[in-house]
């Protein structure tokens, strides 16, 4: 064996995550698993084990297709279950799902139903791992505003101590962040954490309208944000975080490689950035390879990654009490 190329991180780092989609954290063993018992066929999405899509609408239409083996609150027990304890194997203390009470209706899976399984998949993974869970429930941009109202609502009327953030993911392209307004002001009023994907597909604007338009203290990737310097200086004064998945940029193609990717410059200009995995086996990634890839690929030190993880748990939608709990134990870790 030849001398490693790039030295290690150190793999007892302690890691959070705050940006992972339940249904695309999805192993597809299990979701193969599911299809043959509900006799559905995966052969188009799943091949040799593996996601197989092309560009991001083939990839949300291949996610929305694995999320189609979720037919039970059970099965999102199982799901939730599944990447809670594969999270805490790689020694990462906390992690905020998002949740698509869409994709569960889609299946006939109420939200009240949805939300008691997947906190009972975080309860049981925590009483065997120590690790902390959160759920953000998500509207699905591309299904437009009145749906997202209809999520806000759900929410709003069926509070839950595990549920403590609003979200949207989806398609980017689709409709002005404007009509969102009225979703998140619901889930504001609340008391919800606010995050909205933004700056992935669409430029810096779209980052801009997610803080003028939908008050979050958070956004999904907005790592277009780099195109703007005027942007980059007001996230830095107002601290809005940014949930950088770069693995799943580089899959999905928001930039050709690692050497294009903007963490460095965004972390260097003092936006405060955090390490994801966004849909971990669509995109042949998990946290633990993030992290690896932090240093591998973007050079940081063991000290700005433990920094990372710290600025996950600042901007964790989670009680106080947990957070200085979470924040003691990187703290004290040696
Ligand atoms: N839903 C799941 N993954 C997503 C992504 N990377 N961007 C937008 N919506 C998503
Ligand atoms: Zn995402």
């Known amino acids: 064996m030849g001398q490693a190329l790039f030295r290690k991180f150190d ?27 509900y006799q559905l066929d995966m052969s188009d999405i ?26 039970t609150p059970d099965d999102y027990r199982l799901l939730t279950y599944d990447y809670f304890s594969k999270l805490a194997d790689q020694n990462c203390i906390y992690g905020e799902i998002f949740g698509s009470s ?21 309860e049981d993974a925590k009483s065997e791992t120590g690790i902390e869970g959160r759920i953000i429930m998500t509207c699905v941009r591309h299904l437009g505003p ?31 962040v404007q009509e969102f307004a009225p979703a998140y002001a619901i889930a504001a009023d609340a008391g919800l954490g606010l995050t ?20 979050v203290t958070r956004v999904g990737h907005g790592v277009r944000s780099i195109e703007d310097p005027a942007l980059m200086n007001r996230l830095r004064d107002e601290n809005i975080v940014l949930e950088v998945c770069p693995g799943s940029n580089i899959s999905l193609g928001v930039y050709e490689n690692f050497a294009a990717h903007p963490l460095r410059k965004l972390f260097e200009a003092g936006v405060a950035v955090t390490l ?14 993030e992290y690896q890839l932090a240093t591998d690929e973007f050079g940081f030190e063991d000290d700005t990654i433990n920094q990372f993880t710290r600025t996950a748990l600042e901007a964790a939608f989670v009680d106080e009490p947990t957070r ?7 703290d004290t870790h040696s």
């Not at 959070?16 to 018992?37: M, S, T, Y």
């Not at 909205?196 to 008050?215: I, K, T, W, Y």
């Not at 200085?324 to 990187?330: Q, V």
Request: proline letters at 4%.
């Open 102 to 122: 869409d994709h569960a209706a889609q299946m006939g899976i109420g939200y009240n139903d949805l939300v008691q399984a997947m906190a009972a998949g975080i």
């Open 46 to 71: 799943i091949e040799d084990g593996a996601y197989v899509w092309s560009d991001f609408t083939s990839f949300l239409k291949a996610y929305d297709k694995a999320s189609s083996v979720f037919r």
């Open 196 to 215: 909205a994907h933004g700056g992935e597909f669409a430029g810096p604007d779209s980052v801009r309208d997610c803080l003028d338009h939908l008050n």
């Open 324 to 330: 200085s709990k979470l924040l003691k134990k990187l």
């Open 11 to 37: 793999m007892s780092l302690l890691k959070a995550e705050i940006h992972c989609h339940i249904e695309g954290a999805a192993d597809p063993n299990l979701v193969l698993r599911l299809a043959q018992k």
């Open 146 to 176: 009145e749906a997202a109202i209809a999520v806000a609502e759900l929410i709003a009327e069926n509070p839950h101590p595990m549920v403590t953030g609003f979200g949207m993911g989806g398609d980017e392209r689709m409709f002005d």
């Open 276 to 289: 994801n995995s966004d849909d971990p086996p669509f995109f042949h990634t998990s946290l633990d390879r």
